[in-house]
């Protein structure tokens, strides 16, 4: 039987019954293990089951930031904040397809709070330059959605001189989360979400090569390990922000059919395409964290699904203590953002 009509066979076979709920959490936790199925359509399929649409609150009067929103998770991440009421950001490179994401949102939800902001997450004067003209368009942030984030085949270096891979999905990211921080302190309580990869769960951090320049570049072990890093400074903002009305989560969205899958990984997608979500399948748990109540009772866990989950699977991709600080000290010295509490220690 063809590995797609074997899993529809299974989604039938679930869905023919009511699920209890002892028996959903061990079905879940074993969908989660075998990956296959609770990566693909099948695991939300079975999970969202349990879910119940008064989970997301409304969001009218919050405004959000969604970065990478010209398309895939970011898209559908606009959309389901902007039909919640919220005021959304599309943070995009090319304002022409910002404009396009912009009506395609506003047409699908008759939202008119919707804005476009342009901003190149690779360009660190770029960030600089949104992070500081947002403060004059709004008086608020109340959720930051990291989402925008590459898979270079080849190794590339920015006009700042960072590898872009790592450039484009942490030091960017880390950056404007740092820039924009005064104000989600000042609207807490607010949210931060970062989008994450289960590729993430393959590879360790390298402290010692975080810009890949040792041996062969192989962009999807370089794109793992950024994503592993965004788990790390999850963590890590959770910690630093304790007490100060702001959460932090990362998620990661499962498999999904997104045209950074397609272009990326084309053979990936050619095989698993029968199963692969739909970006508003995997943008579900970006909205969630965004509005529900229960992620905003925690900070800093990693979440698929609606579920916080582990953050390593295999013993070998463990971080040192050390290795996050380093990491972090990093991150800092190449966006060239300084915290007081860093300076004041030292």
């Excluded at 590879?203 to 890093?229: C, F, H, M, N, W």
């Amino acid at each position: 039987m063809p590995l797609d009509s074997l899993f529809r066979v299974c989604i039938v076979s679930v869905e023919a019954q009511a699920i209890p709920m002892k028996t959903s959490e061990a079905l879940d936790c074993a969908l989660d293990r075998t990956v296959i199925g609770g990566y693909t359509s099948v695991g939300y399929r079975v999970r969202s089951r349990s879910w119940s649409s008064s989970d997301l609150r409304r969001m009218d009067g919050r405004v959000a930031i969604v970065t990478g929103a010209t398309s895939g998770l970011g898209l559908a991440a606009a959309e389901g904040l902007a039909a919640l009421g919220a005021d959304v950001w599309l943070l995009v490179r090319d304002p022409v397809r910002g404009e396009r994401a912009r009506a395609t949102v506003a047409e699908r939800t008759g939202s008119e709070r919707l804005h476009v902001g342009v901003c190149d997450l690779s360009d660190l004067g770029s960030v600089r330059t949104f992070a500081q003209r947002f403060g004059s368009w709004a008086d608020r942030l109340d959720v930051l959605v990291n989402n925008a984030g590459i898979m270079s085949a080849r190794r590339a270096v920015t006009a700042d001189g960072i590898e872009l891979t790592f450039a484009t999905n942490v030091i960017g990211p880390f950056l404007l989360t740092n820039l924009l921080m005064p104000c989600l302190t000042r609207s807490a309580p607010s949210r931060i979400v970062n989008v994450s990869s289960g590729g993430m769960y393959t590879q360790r951090i390298r402290v010692d090569d975080l810009e890949s320049e040792r041996g062969r570049y192989e962009g999807p072990v370089a794109y793992a390990r950024t994503k592993r890093a965004q788990v790390i400074l999850t963590e890590i903002w959770a910690e630093r922000l304790a007490g100060r009305g702001v959460c932090v989560h990362a998620m990661h969205p499962g498999w999904a059919d997104t045209p950074g899958v397609r272009t990326s990984l084309p053979r990936f997608h050619s095989l698993t395409r029968p199963l692969l979500r739909t970006p508003e399948q995997g943008a579900d748990t970006i909205v969630w964290l965004a509005a529900a109540d229960e992620p905003g009772r925690s900070s800093g866990r990693f979440w698929h699904d609606r579920r916080p989950r582990p953050t390593h699977v295999l013993p070998w991709t463990r971080e040192t203590p050390q290795e996050r600080e380093l990491l972090w000290e990093r991150c800092a010295e190449l966006s060239g953002w300084q915290d007081e509490r860093d300076t004041q220690s030292r």
